[in-house]
């Protein structure tokens, strides 16, 4: 196999959270399919964000939380592939790195989970004053800010599970997840409401699992390949475009979401500031058989002509004074 002709085993290294290792899963399982001649070890890495959970995310700087570690382990040779949540990483990678797949994407919206003081709830408009919402991504943060002032919205750290146990002794009202993540975990039952993305624009790249090989490595980029689901790599891409050139990341109040609908694709973003005071907003449509990166260029033009860049320079600004960073699952 090329560069990896003598390896029988192929190495994929995840995250150990359970929502990781369930999106690992299901990329060896899909790999199994297409060699089954092969074999396939899972190699758990923690990282820097599973490690730290005294800050929220975006306190801590560096814009690869949950992936730095997984992507040396991959340029050393350690291990052969990488699955990721595609909105945990950066929008540029390293040039020694690159996507070889996408799996097809799974429900981009985000999920609101009550706990015991908001049943009967069925959707963000409905919450009381005074509600705390756990969230710990800026840009939940600030949508919510921007549409529901009556809401707290609160920090919140920890996976899937250890948030939903945190709605459930009430220490938090609710909360608001990636509804792909409950959905992979078989935990789709505790949403009480999928949010519109027209509500909350999810961030780029949200209920996408990639497959990061080594930008040389023929033989790994060969053999995920066929794992890769055309339309979602194309809209994704688009996404994380239309972020990189925004010069953003997963620290930044910015959402954007592209999708094939009807007979044309469209693309959503917002850029808000953190308290949701200021927002620039776009909407773009192409007819078929157009592609997602149509939209990026008129996405950039529309959002830094209602001043996006000055409220993304701002934050980031902030952010690195006071030695800051990022999105949650």
Not at 256 to 276: C, F, N, P, W
């Amino acid at each position: 196999m090329g560069r990896s002709t003598s390896v029988r085993t192929v190495r994929i290294a995840t995250r150990g959270s359970a929502l990781a290792l369930r999106q690992a899963e299901a990329v060896r399982d899909r790999l199994r399919r297409v060699r089954p001649d092969l074999a396939f070890e899972l190699v758990t890495i923690r990282t820097t964000g599973d490690l730290r959970l005294d800050k929220p995310l975006h306190m801590m700087g560096a814009n690869d939380l949950f992936t730095g570690q997984l992507e040396a382990a991959l340029l050393a040779g350690e291990v052969d592939l990488c699955v990721h949540s595609m909105k945990d990483l950066p929008s540029e990678l390293p040039d020694s790195c690159a996507i070889g797949a996408m799996l097809p994407r799974a429900d981009a919206r985000d999920a609101l989970v009550c706990g015991p003081s908001l049943q009967g709830v069925g959707s963000l408009a409905d919450l009381p004053a005074g509600a705390v919402i756990g969230t710990g991504s800026l840009r939940r943060q600030a949508q919510v800010r921007a549409q529901f002032p009556q809401v707290v919205v609160k920090g919140i750290r920890g996976n899937v599970d250890t948030r939903l146990a945190k709605v459930r002794d009430g220490r938090y009202d609710g909360a608001i997840l990636a509804m792909a993540g409950l959905d992979r975990l078989g935990l789709t039952g505790q949403a009480a409401v999928a949010i519109p993305t027209e509500v909350l624009v999810p961030a780029a790249g949200q209920g996408a699992i990639g497959v990061e090989v080594r930008a040389d490595d023929a033989a790994m980029r060969d053999l995920v390949a066929a794992l890769d689901d055309p339309l979602t790599h194309e809209c994704v891409d688009a996404e994380r475009a239309v972020l990189a050139a925004l010069g953003g990341s997963c620290k930044v109040p910015a959402g954007i979401y592209a999708r094939h609908q009807g007979e044309g694709v469209r693309m959503s973003a917002i850029v808000l500031s953190e308290d949701g005071e200021r927002v620039a907003r776009s909407e773009q449509e192409v007819p078929s058989p157009a592609r997602a990166g149509a939209l990026v260029r008129p996405t950039i033009q529309e959002l830094m002509g209602q001043g996006a860049l000055q409220i993304l320079e701002e934050i980031l600004q902030t952010q690195q004074d006071l030695g800051q960073g990022g999105e949650d699952a």
